[in-house]
């Protein structure tokens, strides 16, 4: 009943940026965190970022600061902007939601993934 819906993701150069988009809908009641994870060939799905609620945020490496996470809480939205992106960058980035579903049950869902892709 709740479904994500992204976009943003492509092929990009080194250095270059991109913007993630995702976006629940469904029979929400309130999200409570949103995410970005990204999986690689061969490796473990792993956390990127993550914004709840309150608008705290948490990155898998805070002081790298390239990829900022935000969202619209309005329209169910995160974003994750990605600057000066990397070979290493390229993955499956997964848009994850959690809340409340509106009969009160707890949620959590991912979204379909798209492909970022960094290379010359």
């Known amino acids: 009943q709740v479904q994500l819906v992204e976009s943003g993701g492509g092929l990009v150069q080194p250095g270059g940026s991109l913007r993630l988009s995702c976006a629940a809908s469904?029979?929400?009641?309130?999200?409570?965190?949103m995410g970005w994870y990204r999986q690689a060939p061969g490796k473990q799905r792993e956390l990127v970022a993550v914004i709840h609620s309150s608008g705290n945020t948490n990155y898998r490496d805070p002081k790298k600061e390239r990829f900022t996470i935000s969202r619209d809480n309005a329209k169910n939205t995160v974003y994750l902007q990605m600057n000066s992106l990397k070979p290493e960058d390229t993955a499956v980035y997964y848009c994850n939601a959690d809340g409340w579903s509106e009969d009160r049950n707890w949620f959590d869902y991912w979204g379909q993934g798209t492909q970022v892709t960094v290379s010359s």
């Open positions: 469904g029979s929400i009641f309130s999200v409570n965190a």
